[in-house]
């Protein structure tokens, strides 16, 4: 009985620190950049105002995937995104990333401008965006 309290535990334990949103992330470009590949710390240089090479989108503020995307990427939560990217506009060496609602609206917008870079599940992926980095 103890064992089966035990394992029980154990079992629990590992579900609940699971992320509550845990699906393959990419990260994505318009087809027509000339972007074939990125690693990690190449993107979040990007997502998180140290270059400005492209112009990243965000999803929503409260999104599951945004919150994942940034832990996945950068080892950050998004208060830590929120603040380091506060620390740049104060300074005025970057601008925040547009927020957009949803996987529909990063694509569309990434379709729409080559300088343009994204995340979205996946599973959304189709020939309007280029995936060049995917976070397991």
Excluded at 77 to 85: E, G, I, L, R
Excluded at 122 to 130: L, M
């Amino acid at each position: 009985m103890r064992k089966i309290i035990l394992s029980t535990a154990l079992v629990c334990a590992a579900v609940l620190s699971q992320p509550a949103f845990s699906t393959e992330i990419v990260v994505v470009v318009n087809p027509k950049n000339p972007a074939s590949r990125m690693f990690s710390d190449q993107a979040s240089q990007f997502f998180l105002g140290k270059s400005n090479m492209f112009v990243p989108l965000d999803q929503a503020e409260k999104s599951p995937i945004r919150a994942e995307f940034y832990q996945k990427l950068a080892n950050k939560d998004v208060s830590q995104v929120k603040a380091a990217w506060a620390k740049i506009i104060f300074t005025g060496k970057g601008v925040m990333p547009v927020e957009l609602h949803s996987t529909a609206e990063v694509k569309k917008a990434v379709a729409a401008d080559i300088n343009a870079i994204g995340y979205i599940e996946k599973s959304a992926v189709d020939d309007t965006v280029k995936a060049i980095l995917t976070l397991p």
